[in-house]
């Protein structure tokens, strides 16, 4: 089975910064997805990124791009100039692209925006 | 388009009731899933749907019951509820294979039990 860690509780970074969240997963498994979601006080997940595993480049979109090492099982965000609405919950998540293709998700980064 | 429409929001029940979680998706979606998240943590896979007619068991399903007769409706039901059940609950949604991976989610279902 997938698993997916998320080792940092909680993160915080100064307005206009950037900050990086790590995300590391286990798969034996050679095409899959990985996603970064954002949970805002809302409730609502909403999709930051996301990742094909056959694609070397890194995704990017506008501000978020991701440090994508499929050797190391890594999968960071990187947050540029960061702003207050940036603030949430992040999760890292799996996807197989065979059989159910539930998320598989990590425990989670909160994220703190210092004004 | 409303995407994924879950009700209610939220809930309160007594130990031992029961009650329906409603989740419709109006984006002719093959799959559609339950989780649960707790506080802190992660979302954990209640049950799972490939097509109407068709369910399975994800990580944590029981207490919780599911039947999906059509494409757009994927109800969760819980019976005799414990105060273990106390979470908010999701329901998403997805194209199959292949597609982009990505899953729709409702706003969630905030369910205390007492």
């Known amino acids: 089975a997938q698993t997916v860690t998320q080792s940092q509780p909680e993160m915080s970074v100064q307005e206009a910064e950037t900050v990086t969240l790590s995300c590391t997963y286990d798969t034996s498994e050679s095409d899959y997805y990985l996603f970064w979601y954002k949970q805002p006080p809302s409730r609502q997940m909403i999709l930051v990124i996301r990742q094909e595993a056959y694609k070397q480049q890194n995704a990017t979109e506008n501000r978020f791009s991701v440090n994508f090492q499929k050797a190391a099982k890594s999968f960071s965000l990187k947050i540029s100039d960061s702003q207050l609405g940036d603030a949430a919950m992040y999760f890292c998540?799996?996807?197989?692209?065979?059989?159910?293709?539930?998320?598989?998700f990590g425990t989670g980064t909160r994220l703190t925006i210092i004004p | 388009n409303a995407g994924v429409t879950q009700t209610p929001k939220f809930r309160i029940l007594k130990i031992g009731q029961s009650m329906t979680l409603q989740c419709t998706q109006d984006?002719?979606?093959?799959?559609m899933y339950w989780y649960r998240q707790d506080p802190g943590m992660g979302l954990k896979l209640i049950y799972y749907?490939?097509?109407?007619?068709?369910?399975d068991k994800g990580e944590v399903p029981n207490g919780y019951n599911v039947s999906r007769s059509t494409t757009e409706d994927f109800p969760l039901r819980l019976e005799l509820a414990a105060p273990s059940q106390t979470s908010v609950y999701f329901c998403?949604?997805?194209?199959?294979?292949?597609?982009?991976?990505?899953?729709?989610f409702g706003e969630g279902s905030r369910l205390t039990v007492l």
């Open positions: 749907s490939v097509g109407a007619g068709i369910t």
């Open positions: 998403a949604s997805s194209y199959g294979h292949p597609n982009t991976g990505e899953l729709f």
């Open positions: 984006m002719n979606h093959n799959y």
């Open positions: 998540a799996y996807r197989s692209t065979f059989g159910n293709e539930k998320l598989t």
